[in-house]
């Protein structure tokens, strides 16, 4: 994944803030205790938006000695009312626990309502963070007010947490192209990223707020597929749940077979190549079928030995084919780590080469043209937050989740209802987490957010389906 550009930059210039882009790739360890007068609150993000709740996060920096701006304890408090009463804005949610990287939940909103709301630290309040999404008019950031969503029809049947992008023994964050553009490593004293990203995520989905029925993670687990990160990946899954019935898992392209003589002990897997992955999870181009409730999920690997790009074998395609001409009709999840549609691929920054290759598309989607059951496509590879558009006449919607390893750091909950489903993304939010998230927001010269964030709308939203017949 690459994002380069000179729009974000030129932003920063002019508003006398490109101080906040870390120099190190760091955020430094000790916060600095601000005063009243030289407070930032700044980032503030509307980031979760349910029937019933709002999540807000946002960061405090003040100058060092040297004009730099780091990190500032201070509190967190959220003021809100509804957006139609002549009231002001009371507040709802106070932290007084000193914090530089600010997360607040409050819960007992009410359906489809709107909302004001400011979010403070120190009497300052927070300003919108500088990217084309949060800035852009008419969004939740820039207008102080949000809508809460209504909740399709019917009771509520089970809660699917969709993941993708751990990178398990990844060292530099942000490269692209040799060490290009400048990464971002974890602090020396601290574990590595990709561990404590994943713990975060593991953590809150067995927490009662989130109380996840299944976790589906779309890819890159590992950033290399050597033996000692395969088995690294599986033991931290297997200590929160059981494959093939807590989590399912396909794999991504740094999941993919590998040469040399790292993966020499692992079985071949073609020619030369060397497959440790499969040790530990299941045979390269080999789909998985989990059935729940009446709900089936299809998981794709659409890995190629070499390269960035996606492919669908065709075994793996007469598989598929078998098992959706076997039962069209019956409510299907697919997921697979690599995007499927023209629209992902022209608007990736790798191009449409990153993506499912056209002619294996094509194919997909007249497959789920003559299965009307299926009803989403979950894909990562893109670290990015965005829905996109079918290329055929199925009722599919193709949902691409940002990475868990690095800003925004998180996952998409998707709650079925008896009339439809409710998707959301969440920040993951241990402290260790908010300060990862909050360095990884500059990477590749601090556009990362402009790309990644998505949209509210592509983060939160309501679809409309009949799931009358699950369990």
């Not at 106070?94 to 489809?112: C, Q, R, S, V, W």
């Not at 003589?261 to 073609?270: E, G, H, V």
Request: glycine share 8%; charged share 20%.
């Amino acid at each position: 994944m690459s994002c380069c550009g000179p729009s974000r930059r030129t932003l920063l210039a002019a508003i006398g803030l490109a101080a906040l882009l870390p120099v190190t790739g760091t955020v430094r360890s000790s916060a600095a205790r601000a005063q009243p007068n030289s407070l930032v609150a700044t980032d503030l993000e509307v980031v979760t938006i349910t029937d019933r709740s709002v999540i807000l996060t946002w960061t405090t920096v003040t100058p060092d000695p040297t004009g730099r701006l780091v990190p500032a304890d201070s509190d967190t408090e959220v003021r809100l009312g509804p957006a139609d009463s002549p009231r002001a804005v009371t507040p709802v949610y106070t932290d007084a626990e000193p914090t530089p990287f600010h997360y607040a939940e409050i819960d007992g909103l009410e359906p489809g309502r709107r909302y004001r709301f400011e979010a403070v630290s120190n009497g300052v309040r927070a300003s919108p963070a500088l990217s084309l999404t949060t800035l852009t008019p008419g969004s939740p950031e820039s207008t102080s007010e949000f809508t809460t969503l209504v909740p399709p029809p019917g009771r509520p049947l089970r809660t699917l947490a969709l993941a993708n992008d751990v990178h398990y023994g990844e060292q530099v964050s942000g490269l692209v192209i040799g060490d290009l553009p400048p990464g971002f490593r974890q602090e020396p004293d601290l574990p590595p990223y990709p561990e404590v990203m994943l713990a975060a995520l593991l953590d809150d989905l067995r927490r009662p707020d989130r109380d996840a029925d299944r976790l589906i993670i779309a890819g890159d687990l590992t950033n290399e597929a050597t033996a000692a990160e395969s088995r690294a990946v599986r033991a931290h899954l297997d200590r929160w749940g059981t494959l093939g019935r807590d989590y399912l898992v396909a794999r991504g392209n740094h999941d993919r077979p590998h040469l040399g003589a790292a993966y020499q002990a692992c079985a071949p897997a073609a020619a030369d190549h060397h497959d440790c992955w499969a040790h530990e999870f299941t045979p390269r181009q080999q789909l998985i079928e989990h059935e729940v409730g009446g709900l089936r999920l299809i998981g794709l690997d659409t890995s190629e030995l070499d390269g960035a790009g996606g492919s669908i074998e065709r075994p793996q395609f007469e598989h598929l084919a078998e098992l959706l001409h076997a039962d069209p009709d019956r409510p299907t999840l697919v997921f697979g780590h690599h995007p499927v549609t023209i629209e992902s691929g022209l608007t990736n920054t790798a191009g449409p080469g990153f993506v499912l290759n056209r002619p294996d598309s094509a194919e997909l989607q007249s497959l789920y043209e003559r299965a009307p059951g299926v009803f989403l496509q979950h894909s990562g590879h893109t670290h990015r937050n965005r829905r996109t558009r079918p290329d055929a006449s199925c009722a599919v919607e193709f949902l691409e989740v940002a990475a868990v390893k690095e800003y925004p750091g998180g996952y998409s909950l998707l709650r079925l209802y008896e009339g439809g489903y409710m998707v959301n993304f969440y920040k993951t939010r241990t402290p260790a987490a908010k300060r990862w998230s909050a360095t990884t927001r500059a990477e590749y010269f601090g556009l990362l957010p402009d790309y990644t964030l998505g949209t509210c709308a592509d983060r939160n939203h309501v679809v409309l389906r009949d799931f009358s017949g699950l369990r």
